[in-house]
């Protein structure tokens, strides 16, 4: 494969994936094409093995964040090279100047100048992103909650080295291991580029592994005890450092991000570190007063004392009832009270309230009302 070609080479193509596909459209586009193209179901089919070892080659590249940020941006710069021309010295004025290509590439795949080995770097895992849904309960209080998390990890069956258990991958032949061969291009560029036969690894996988397909890497389950704190909010989103996809050539871990859904309560609501009520009140209470008892989340009932004449719809707080603070206090419980009216009357409550009306007389809260729009 010519300099050229691996520069301009299209791995969204070779996976049949557009560029902003994702992680999951890529992984199973890669399963795919590689159960179809796996030597091991077409012997003797060079073109199927070739296949496999593109779609090997493009998914080892896509299937990380990393590595696929670093190749969309270098073959972005690539192309504005080709079709702009280059600086003075490159295609300007003056003598023409080798010029190699593993400048542009050497940070995605490990190369470096010429006559410079490969050397594997060192690469941060994925992040990862889940959700869960807890309870009112857990948001204010605070929960651990197990969580299964399934990502592509080094494979558990040939330990990431992509060979079948009992055989080892064998050092490439044609670049000594280095993964790069340097070669001219129309006796104008020096080009370092992957090396074609062991497609950039430096290892050739003669029985690849049944799992992972020579690839390396394989799904893997974990369980997770994830720590939501107190007073989390629906929606939010908690970053967990470390917890995400494992990395490789001894990198960091990914990161993991929990979104939290909290499930809402039959009776309480939440408005910032305080929680809330709605509580129905008679009339009569209303009218002339009374002390009433209002639950609490996780403690025992409080008395509220309402004041006689109080309105529909007032509220009262009782302090330190509340959802717990990123201090580690509590907010406050704010008590809402409903005045209601029956349905139906007995008919000692009628005559009541038609005494009531009476002795009212003929005044109406409504009085002077509409002539102040008049």
């Given at each position: 494969?010519?300099?050229s070609?691996w520069a301009?080479?299209?791995?969204?193509?070779?996976l049949g994936?557009k560029?902003d596909?994702?992680?999951?459209?890529i992984?199973?586009?890669?399963?795919k094409?590689?159960?179809?193209?796996?030597?091991?179901?077409n012997?003797?089919n060079?073109?199927a093995?070739?296949r496999?070892?593109?779609?090997?080659e493009?998914?080892?590249v896509?299937?990380?964040?990393d590595?696929?940020?670093?190749?969309?941006?270098?073959r972005?710069?690539?192309g504005?090279?080709r079709?702009?021309?280059?600086?003075?010295g490159?295609?300007?004025?003056g003598?023409p100047q080798?010029f190699?290509?593993?400048d542009?590439?050497?940070g995605?795949?490990?190369?470096?100048?010429?006559?410079?080995?490969?050397?594997?770097?060192?690469?941060?895992?994925?992040d990862?992103?889940?959700?869960?849904t807890?309870?009112f309960e857990?948001?204010?209080?605070g929960?651990?909650?197990?969580?299964r998390m399934t990502?592509?990890?080094?494979?558990?069956n040939?330990?990431?080295?992509?060979?079948k258990p009992?055989?080892?991958p064998?050092?490439?032949p044609?670049?000594q291991g280095?993964g790069s061969?340097?070669g001219a291009?129309?006796g104008l560029?020096?080009?370092?580029e992957p090396?074609?036969?062991?497609r950039?690894?430096?290892l050739?996988v003669?029985?690849p592994?049944d799992?992972?397909?020579?690839?390396g890497?394989?799904?893997?389950s974990?369980?997770?005890?994830?720590?939501?704190p107190a007073?989390v909010?629906?929606?939010?989103r908690?970053?967990?450092?470390?917890?995400?996809?494992?990395g490789?050539?001894a990198?960091?871990?990914?990161?993991?991000?929990?979104?939290?859904h909290v499930?809402?309560?039959?009776l309480?609501?939440?408005k910032?570190?305080?929680l809330?009520?709605?509580?129905?009140v008679?009339f009569?209470?209303?009218?002339?007063g009374?002390?009433?008892q209002?639950?609490?989340?996780d403690?025992?009932?409080v008395?509220?004392?309402?004041?006689a004449?109080?309105?529909?719809g007032?509220?009262?707080?009782?302090?330190g009832?509340g959802?717990v603070?990123k201090?580690?206090?509590?907010?406050?419980l704010?008590?809402?009270?409903?005045v209601?009216?029956?349905?139906?009357l007995?008919d000692?409550?009628r005559?009541?309230?038609?005494?009531?009306?009476?002795?009212?007389?003929?005044g109406?809260?409504?009085?002077g009302?509409?002539?102040a729009?008049?």
């Amino acid at each position: 494969m010519a300099a050229s070609d691996w520069a301009t080479k299209d791995f969204y193509k070779v996976l049949g994936v557009k560029k902003d596909a994702t992680q999951d459209e890529i992984k199973k586009a890669y399963r795919k094409l590689a159960r179809d193209n796996h030597p091991d179901s077409n012997p003797g089919n060079k073109a199927a093995e070739e296949r496999f070892k593109g779609v090997s080659e493009a998914y080892a590249v896509l299937s990380s964040a990393d590595k696929r940020k670093e190749y969309d941006e270098q073959r972005s710069m690539f192309g504005q090279f080709r079709g702009g021309g280059g600086p003075t010295g490159f295609g300007g004025r003056g003598a023409p100047q080798d010029f190699d290509v593993s400048d542009l590439f050497g940070g995605l795949f490990g190369g470096g100048g010429r006559g410079r080995s490969r050397r594997p770097q060192p690469r941060k895992g994925d992040d990862l992103e889940t959700e869960a849904t807890i309870t009112f309960e857990q948001a204010v209080d605070g929960a651990t909650l197990p969580l299964r998390m399934t990502s592509d990890e080094a494979c558990t069956n040939c330990h990431g080295t992509g060979a079948k258990p009992g055989t080892t991958p064998q050092v490439c032949p044609k670049c000594q291991g280095s993964g790069s061969q340097t070669g001219a291009a129309g006796g104008l560029f020096a080009m370092t580029e992957p090396c074609d036969e062991c497609r950039g690894r430096g290892l050739i996988v003669e029985h690849p592994c049944d799992i992972c397909w020579g690839s390396g890497r394989a799904p893997s389950s974990r369980t997770l005890n994830v720590k939501v704190p107190a007073g989390v909010k629906d929606g939010q989103r908690i970053r967990l450092k470390g917890k995400g996809g494992k990395g490789d050539n001894a990198g960091p871990n990914g990161d993991l991000f929990l979104v939290v859904h909290v499930e809402p309560h039959r009776l309480f609501g939440r408005k910032g570190d305080h929680l809330t009520i709605t509580v129905p009140v008679t009339f009569d209470e209303a009218a002339l007063g009374a002390q009433i008892q209002v639950p609490t989340l996780d403690g025992p009932p409080v008395r509220i004392k309402i004041p006689a004449g109080t309105p529909t719809g007032r509220t009262f707080r009782a302090s330190g009832k509340g959802a717990v603070t990123k201090a580690g206090g509590r907010g406050d419980l704010l008590v809402t009270v409903e005045v209601q009216v029956p349905a139906e009357l007995s008919d000692e409550e009628r005559a009541a309230i038609e005494a009531l009306r009476e002795a009212r007389g003929a005044g109406s809260p409504r009085d002077g009302l509409f002539e102040a729009v008049t």
